[in-house]
């Protein structure tokens, strides 16, 4: 246990963030604590600055075996999010140090930003505002397929803590909720968001929307591909803002292209970012945003705090919350 009021215990932000940022990090550590950040994505930085943090916060970065080692004081590796493929559980399992998630923060913003990916198609927001910039005024030519939420069924296929607050941000749109997930939901949480569960084939062949709300792992990996696509409905748009590797995105871009299914939503991508050949780049039926769905001030107050939190737990000799084990 650390007396935090008769020490400094140094927290490495391992992605180099902006100066704003930075400051409403420092703004929510607790006493006792300082903050440094890499200034590079450079790894032979990290590897030098590692041995003096008694905690590092991570996103992207690389936790493995070599960078343990070379972090002789750490105490908890703290990923600012929930997905957590970049951390060697195993290594730091053997090094004796906990790993933690930090869902606060990221479920709003994530659900909200799935609503705006499927109302942005269903009205066709990105030619729209293309046309009307370039002296067009596309008044008539998009209404024929253009569409409301209201009446429509999603399918979210994920029903934890993401995919429950998407169908309550839905139900709000009069949309009709049904669900896939590994693990079924509650009768009183299927009652209290009229959700209905179906297995995934059903889902994909009567949902208007698919939205993809699961972890990444063996199981899920190219979740959606020839086969799952092949079955949704030519009208129906798919939604991405969880992993990129969940979709097969050739199989995506060959179903976009030939009219199979009517459009995507991506805020994630197999590499990040893309290449500039990536073919969905092209197609003008895709929104695509560049992995900011749980980006906002909002979700990064409330996520450092959270991860800080956990830190002081730590120091204080209590176990982490949100631990994941390997």
């Known amino acids: 246990m650390t007396d935090l009021s008769a020490t400094t215990l140094t927290v490495l932000y391992a992605e180099p963030i902006p100066a704003d940022l930075q400051a409403i990090a420092v703004a929510a550590l607790p006493p006792g604590f300082r903050l440094e950040a890499v200034a590079s994505k450079d790894r032979g930085e990290l590897l030098g600055r590692v041995g003096d943090a008694d905690f590092i916060v991570v996103a992207t ?7 343990l080692r070379a972090a002789s004081r750490l105490r908890l590796v703290q990923h600012q999010g929930v997905g957590y493929n970049n951390v060697d559980l ?6 004796d140090i906990p790993v933690a998630l ?14 705006l ?5 269903y009205k066709h927001l990105r030619v729209a505002e293309a046309a009307l910039r370039g002296g067009g005024w596309p008044v008539w030519e998009l209404r024929s397929s253009s569409f409301e939420l209201a009446g429509k069924t999603l399918g979210l296929v994920g029903f934890g803590r993401i995919g429950r607050e998407v169908a309550r941000r839905a139900r709000a749109f009069d949309a009709r909720i049904v669900y896939y997930d590994p693990f079924r939901a509650s009768h009183d949480v299927e009652t209290a968001l009229e959700a209905a ?24 990996r190219d979740l959606i591909g020839t ?13 991405n803002t969880a992993r990129g590797p969940l979709i097969d995105e050739a199989a995506l871009a060959r179903a976009l292209a030939t009219g199979q299914i009517a459009g995507a939503g991506l805020d994630v991508f197999r590499q990040e970012p893309p290449e500039p050949g990536n073919p969905l780049l092209a197609l003008e039926n895709v929104v695509l945003t560049p992995h900011v769905s749980a980006g906002t001030r909002d979700a990064f107050e409330t996520k450092m705090r959270a991860a800080f939190a956990n830190m002081a737990r730590v120091a204080r000799g209590e176990p982490p919350l949100n631990r994941v084990e390997a």
């Open 61 to 67: 970065t690389r936790v493995d075996e070599k960078l």
């Open 90 to 95: 195993a290594a730091c399992a053997r090094a």
């Open 102 to 115: 930090t869902p606060e923060g990221t479920t709003t913003g994530v659900a909200e930003h799935t609503i």
């Open 117 to 121: 990916l499927i109302l942005a198609l």
């Open 197 to 220: 569960f179906l297995s995934l084939d059903e889902l994909l062949g009567r949902a208007d929307i698919v939205s993809l709300h699961l972890p990444l792992s063996d199981e899920t």
């Open 227 to 239: 086969r799952e696509l092949a079955l949704m409905r030519p009208h129906a748009v798919l939604i």
